[in-house]
Each structure stands twice: as structure tokens, then as C-alpha cells.
């Protein structure tokens, strides 16, 4: 069974510390998303990585795909109350566009 | 304008009863997803449907059954409900490569 596994499960920090979250597999994967979701909302899209070893930046997120496209990291600068919620990775290994999604990772971001 | 939408928001019926969650997207996408999450927050895809034509179906017990009346409404209907099927259900549309856009849920309890 394809697995995505994220760590940590749980992070609770204070504003302005920086963190990092992991999304790993033994799959490799054509394409990786990050998705952020909020209580009683649907997951929002943060962005989609694609190519081995690329960083995409999305203000003060930024995301990394491992070279061997097996794994992926989310680090967040100066963390923010506004960016509590629950991350999770989500990808796609067959290019069939059935999307495997993480375990999660719920980030609490105490002021 | 809300792009993926979904109702009911809540259902809460009793087992053994037979229920409806309907989705509509007005992206113009061809491509669209149910997922059910479970109370750890782990997201499984479900159903995807690509221009009304049923593309992935994941081991899903027969008592759910989708169905796509044209590109833009996918619904679920779940037969003889189970305590067992108690969950958040999430509609998703894509336009084919990389990028999903979630609806708000729809949260099932089974009493």
C-alpha cells in the first residue's frame, strides 16, 4: 500500500519561530501538492511541485521536492497565527491523476 | 461566486437509511473527485470522474454509488447506511494536472 507519511503529526509553536514539515514515501511520485486546511473547510491548495530537487516560494512558505521525487518538505519562516491549520501533502505516482494524500500535519501557531 | 460547493453541509440520518450528497463545480473542469476524510483527518480518494465518465474507483463498498449527470455535478448516493460511514465527504474538481479545488465538506453521522 502507497504511503505518504508526514512528520510531525502535531506542532505547537509561538509566533515568529520557524518550522518544518516532512512528507515522505518509497514511491516515487510525477507530481507532489501541499494543501492547507482549516476546521470545517475543504483543503486550498498551496502549491504543486513537479520537477526533482525544485523550491517554490509562496511568501514566507517554502516548499522543496526531494531529487528522487520520494519526498518533500514545507518550512515556514516567522510563523504566524493565521498559519494554523492542518497541512497535508498529497501525489500523484502513476500520472493517473489518483492522488494519495498524507497523514498530516496539524500546526498550531500560538500568539 | 463559490467554486465547488456541496450540499448538505450536515446530514446526520440513522443506519439503515439511504442518502444523497450532491456537488456542483462551475470552474469549467472536466475532472471530478469524491474523498472521504475520517475523524484522524486522513483524506481517501474515493470516486473521480473525468467528462461524465468514470475514470478511478477505489475499493469502495457497492452501497456508494456516484453518479455524474453532466460535467459540472458529481453526486454520491450511499445506500443502507453504516455507523461505519460516519465521516466528512469532499467533493473535488481538478482541470486535469496538479491542482484540485475542494468543496466544503459535507459532515455524515450515522446514528
Known amino acids: 500500500t502507497q504511503l505518504l507519511e508526514q512528520s510531525p503529526q502535531f506542532l505547537s509553536i509561538q509566533e515568529g519561530e520557524n518550522l518544518t514539515v516532512y512528507c515522505n514515501s518509497s514511491s516515487v511520485f510525477s507530481s507532489l501538492q501541499w494543501y492547507r486546511q482549516e476546521p470545517g473547510e475543504g483543503p486550498v491548495l498551496l502549491v504543486t511541485v513537479v520537477t526533482g530537487g525544485e523550491v517554490k516560494k509562496l511568501k514566507r512558505l517554502t516548499f522543496q521536492f526531494g531529487d528522487a521525487r520520494k519526498d518533500s518538505s514545507l518550512h515556514i519562516t516567522a510563523a504566524q497565527p493565521g498559519d494554523t491549520g492542518l497541512y497535508l501533502c498529497?501525489?500523484?505516482?502513476?500520472?493517473?491523476?489518483?492522488?494519495?494524500f498524507g497523514t498530516g500535519t496539524r500546526l498550531k501557531v500560538l500568539a | 461566486d463559490t467554486a465547488v460547493s456541496q450540499t448538505p453541509k450536515y446530514l446526520v440520518t440513522q443506519m439503515g437509511n439511504d442518502k444523497s450528497i450532491k456537488c456542483e463545480q462551475n470552474l469549467g473542469h472536466d475532472t471530478m473527485y469524491w474523498y472521504k476524510q475520517d475523524s484522524k483527518k486522513f483524506l481517501k480518494i474515493m470516486f473521480s470522474?473525468?467528462?461524465?465518465?468514470?475514470?478511478i474507483n477505489e475499493t469502495v463498498p457497492n452501497r456508494f454509488s456516484p453518479k455524474s449527470p453532466d460535467k459540472a455535478h458529481l453526486n454520491l448516493h450511499i445506500n443502507s447506511l453504516e455507523l461505519g460511514d460516519s465521516a466528512v465527504y469532499f467533493c473535488?474538481?481538478?482541470?486535469?494536472?496538479?491542482?484540485?479545488?475542494f468543496g466544503p465538506g459535507t459532515r455524515l453521522t450515522v446514528t
Open positions: 470522474y473525468n467528462n461524465k465518465e468514470l475514470i
Open positions: 498529497a501525489g500523484d505516482t502513476s500520472g493517473t491523476y489518483k492522488y494519495i
Open positions: 473535488a474538481s481538478s482541470p486535469g494536472a496538479n491542482e484540485q479545488y
